[in-house]
């Protein structure tokens, strides 16, 4: 490997990020966009600038990355937080996700798309963008108690996203061939090994968390639970993303020697996420996107809908106030980096579909983090007028 082009490369990606991170800030471009466009300026259908050898990283990079993102997603789902949310945002934030699964599969299934292919868009196109979302509503202003209520959704939304992103791919295997029992043992063993070896890391890493010095967990500690979770997910071939998000919520409601379990591996989650994003760009073959034609507008079609519908029987269910209950799925249409960690993990699932779930996913992120932050941004607004 020839080590000072790569070290140069990176050395260069992070300024990259860290310029798109300025920029964002100034603009209220979302970073998100703004690093996978560089991605894409930067690679192979752009200058083609980065080195073959640097995009051999990408694996790795995205499975440490989502494997941080997994692992805050459970941080977040403490047993405090989950009892103040109540019912309303969890009706919600379940109606949401299962309705964006039906309405995305079974319309792109009645286009004629594969239903193997249909499932895993529709597990996609559950992921959000929790920073574009609050940023929206930070800059709305008014309307308090939806807001607060969205932002109690995104915190959550995203890891039943990822629970019925690895239920629906364990599932899915089995529709290339006669589906049996044994997909659903398959499934079973994916999902619950996960959770099983996510209690496993988890539980020691709550009693010694904090114990090994005094005061917040170091990094080296968090990167090792994290890595080892990943690690041994791999090895046992059960979801990485499950058993992180199992590890992260074990930890966070069990260790009881800090009050920030999550602080160190928060403040080195962004450098990875700058080179994730912006290799995930790279790797776009922007050509590739005029064949998507009719599946790709139907993605983004059947996701608004799903999502609105969603959103709409979840508040009607919960009883939420009348004027909120049309707005709760269009300010929830920003979709960011969850979604493309998971085209990664199903791309390498289903090698047959990889181009078009990686192709698809990156434009669908392009195209929901611009018109995403608006739709919110008139969402709130609009209930806070009435």
């Excluded at 930070?138 to 969205?150: I, M, T």
């Excluded at 009693?207 to 791999?234: D, W």
């Excluded at 493309?340 to 990156?362: C, H, K, N, Q």
Aim: charged letters at 15%; hydrophobic letters at 55%; glycine letters at 12%.
């Amino acid at each position: 490997m020839n080590l000072d082009l790569t070290f140069t490369t990176l050395g260069v990606l992070f300024l990259l990020g860290l310029a798109a991170d300025i920029a964002g800030r100034r603009t209220r471009l979302p970073r998100v966009t703004l690093l996978l466009g560089l991605g894409i300026l930067a690679g192979r259908s752009g200058l083609d600038l980065i080195p073959a050898q640097t995009e051999a990283l990408f694996e790795f990079l995205s499975v440490a990355a989502l494997s941080i993102v997994a692992f805050l997603l459970g941080g977040g789902l403490t047993a405090k937080k989950l009892r103040l949310m109540g019912g309303e945002v969890m009706w919600i934030s379940i109606l949401i996700v299962l309705a964006t699964i039906v309405f995305v599969s079974l319309g792109l299934i009645a286009l004629g798309t594969p239903p193997t292919l249909a499932l895993i868009l529709g597990a996609l196109a559950t992921a959000t963008d929790p920073a574009a979302t609050q940023d929206a509503i930070r800059q709305a202003r008014g309307a308090k108690p939806f807001g607060d209520k969205l932002k109690a959704i995104v915190a959550i939304d995203d890891a039943w996203g990822l629970i019925a992103f690895s239920l629906v791919v364990a599932l899915a295997k089995g529709l290339n061939g006669a589906f049996d029992l044994t997909v659903l043992i398959h499934a079973a063993r994916e999902i619950g090994g996960a959770v099983i070896l996510g209690v496993a890391i988890g539980l020691p890493g709550a009693y010694l968390t904090g114990r090994l010095t005094k005061g917040e967990p170091q990094q080296a500690e968090a990167l090792g639970i994290v890595f080892l979770t990943a690690g041994l997910s791999l090895w046992f071939d059960v979801s990485y993303l499950i058993a992180a998000m199992t590890a992260g919520m074990v930890i966070t409601n069990r260790a009881r020697h800090h009050k920030r379990a999550f602080h160190e591996i928060k403040l080195i989650q962004w450098p990875f996420m700058i080179l994730f994003f912006i290799l995930a760009g790279a790797a776009l073959e922007i050509e590739k996107l005029a064949t998507l034609g009719v599946l790709g507008l139907a993605y983004a079609i059947l996701r608004i809908v799903g999502r609105g519908v969603g959103g709409w029987l979840g508040a009607t269910m919960a009883h939420s106030p009348r004027p909120e209950r049309a707005w709760f799925g269009p300010a929830l249409l920003p979709q960011a980096g969850v979604a493309v960690g998971m085209a990664l993990v199903a791309a390498r699932e289903f090698p047959a579909y990889a181009d078009t779930i990686l192709t698809l996913t990156i434009g669908a992120t392009v195209l929901f983090e611009i018109i995403g932050p608006v739709a919110t941004l008139i969402s709130v607004r609009r209930v806070g007028s009435q």
